[in-house]
């Protein structure tokens, strides 16, 4: 049972609106977690901006963001999040051979060794308290293959993800029809 009700599109402030129609063309959709987050207007206000700036173009691929953002959520627990990732592979055209496979990335021919590294940090950064390894080795692995500006990229996406993990699985942000289906379809039981 939701928690907290979403506002109405008529509900928002002129700029939230704008805002929430924005993401709703980026994403397909429109999002519950959005109307939620307008309760708050001035958190929308600056959490929009940070949520575009991650999900903007680049030194990372949107295919591996997804993914880290994917497998960070499934660590922290958030389901939303979860089906959010996989309806974006989708849309992306990731074959659903590998999103299907997400699960199996340690060891999964789909996978490169770099992506392997990332989506370990991912898995590590994704839970409470952070399972990154105190020894520093997932992280000089992901600096072996990535550059530091693509790793402020990769960690970006992580934290952006511990904030909506937590927001959507506390407040239990009701999943929205179409990342449902692609979550059924792609992740199956798993996600």
């Keep these: 049972m939701i928690r907290l009700p979403p506002l109405t599109l008529e509900e928002l402030p002129d700029d939230l609106r704008a805002m929430f129609t924005a993401a709703t063309a980026q994403m397909g959709f429109a999002p519950n977690d959005v109307l939620v987050?307008?309760?708050w207007p001035d958190l929308l206000r600056v959490l929009g901006p940070l949520v575009f700036t991650v999900w903007a173009p680049g030194e990372v691929s949107m295919e591996l963001k997804r993914m880290v953002g994917l497998i960070a959520s499934a660590a922290g627990g958030c389901q939303y999040c979860v089906a959010h990732n996989a309806h974006?592979?989708?849309?992306?055209?990731v074959a659903?051979?590998?999103?299907?496979?997400?699960?199996?990335?340690?060891?999964?021919p789909l996978?490169?060794?770099?992506?392997?590294?990332?989506?370990?940090?991912?898995r590590g950064g994704g839970l409470a308290p952070n399972g990154v390894s105190a020894g520093d080795e997932e992280l000089a692995d992901l600096?072996?293959?990535?550059?530091?500006?693509?790793?402020?990229?990769?960690?970006?996406?992580?934290?952006?993800?511990?904030?909506?993990?937590?927001?959507?699985?506390?407040l239990r942000v009701p999943l929205e029809a179409a990342p449902a289906a692609v979550a059924t379809e792609t992740l199956g039981s798993r996600g």
């Design 96 to 108: 659903p051979e590998k999103q299907a496979a997400v699960w199996e990335f340690d060891y999964s």
């Design 111 to 122: 996978f490169t060794t770099a992506e392997r590294a990332a989506l370990r940090v991912a």
């Design 37 to 39: 987050m307008a309760h």
């Design 143 to 170: 600096m072996n293959h990535y550059s530091p500006r693509q790793v402020a990229e990769i960690v970006a996406v992580i934290g952006l993800f511990g904030f909506l993990n937590r927001w959507n699985a506390t």
């Design 88 to 93: 974006g592979l989708k849309l992306d055209g």
